[in-house]
């Protein structure tokens, strides 16, 4: 399909970026990678007159970590630079994970962790990860800026809280405590080039004796939002897991789905994969948590 006219800005702040928005805001999008929008854009199911990149503008591609503020990830910060960042392949191996085998080499390139999280696909690789690194978004338009939990910020398949006037200036991910283990484990019938049919991440934090004491898991793929698995986090919680445990923290986690069934995969295929990935991430993220255990 032959793509309507629309004007491309290219601004270099975030100021202007915001002046633009204002001006447009009938008719606007912002633009990143542009490997979600340009599609849908090609597809015909959005045509807005102007679009304002975030490519210039300048600090919005920077990654960085403090201990004292954990990792933050710029709104343009392109999903290759996120998953090779040596503190975010360190501290934070779920996200550098999911940042490395999603897509392609070229839309990794192309595509931001800022986009796959606005884009709010159920499958998008890099939320599973994130939720279950406690992570918020810092979201900024005219009247001034939010932080936004990522357990708050999904509401559907393709929505979100964030306002059409918003635009994502960072991600913020808590610094792991020491004793973390964090993985993710994705599914797709064409490796890396598909998306995901199911996604799953976890991170536990044990105490010194090697009982967890935070435990969080998220799912991707298998529901109307990425979602969090509360009821399974609290059986592992307090807990040494055993093989008996993670069996039915798995079973839990099949709880918390609503799969459908779709030229990916079967709601059934679905349910069983999120039971044998779930076992499978928590026992890896115990064990590397219980590697820094002295
Ligand atoms: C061949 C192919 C394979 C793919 N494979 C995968 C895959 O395996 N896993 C996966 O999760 N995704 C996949 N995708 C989807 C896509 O590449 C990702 O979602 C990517 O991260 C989107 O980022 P982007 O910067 O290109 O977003 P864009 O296309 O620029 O924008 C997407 C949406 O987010 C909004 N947006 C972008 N940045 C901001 C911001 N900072 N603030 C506010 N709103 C913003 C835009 O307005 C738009 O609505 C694939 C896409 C293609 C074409």
Not at 82 to 107: F, R, W
Not at 208 to 225: D, H
Not at 253 to 274: E, G, H, K, L, Q
Request: hydrophobic share 45%; with cysteine.
């Amino acid at each position: 399909m032959v793509m309507p006219h629309f004007t491309v800005h290219q601004p270099d702040s975030l100021e202007e970026v915001l002046d633009l928005l204002g001006r447009h805001r009938s008719s606007v999008k912002v633009l990143c990678g542009g490997t979600d929008l340009l599609m849908k854009m090609k597809a015909g199911a959005v045509s807005p007159d102007h679009l304002i990149s975030l490519n210039r503008v300048k600090g919005l591609r920077t990654i960085s970590y403090a201990e004292s503020d954990g990792l933050v990830i710029g709104g343009a910060a392109r999903l290759a630079e996120v998953g090779k960042n040596a503190d975010v392949k360190k501290l934070y191996p779920a996200l550098a994970h999911a940042c490395s085998v999603m897509a392609t080499v070229q839309i990794r390139n192309m595509g931001t962790v800022a986009g796959n999280l606005a884009n709010a696909a159920p499958s998008g690789d890099t939320a599973a990860p994130l939720l279950a690194y406690g992570a918020s978004l810092v979201a900024v338009e005219r009247g001034g800026r939010r932080q936004i939990k990522l357990t708050d910020f999904f509401t559907g398949p393709g929505l979100s809280v964030l306002e059409p006037l918003e635009v994502i200036e960072a991600i913020r991910v808590p610094d792991p405590p020491p004793r973390s283990g964090s993985a993710y484990m994705r599914l797709s019938a064409r490796s890396k080039v598909d998306i995901a049919a199911v996604g799953v991440a976890g991170f536990i934090n044990l105490d010194l004796e090697g009982k967890v004491i935070r435990c969080r898991l998220a799912l991707a793929s298998v529901a109307p939002t990425p979602v969090r698995c509360l009821e399974a986090e609290q059986m592992i919680e307090g807990q040494k897991p055993d093989e008996t445990l993670l069996a039915q923290a798995g079973a839990a986690c099949v709880r918390s789905c609503r799969p459908i069934d779709d030229v990916r995969a079967t709601a059934s295929y679905r349910r069983a994969m999120v039971q044998v990935l779930a076992q499978r991430v928590l026992a890896k993220c115990y064990e590397q948590a219980a590697g820094g255990v002295s």
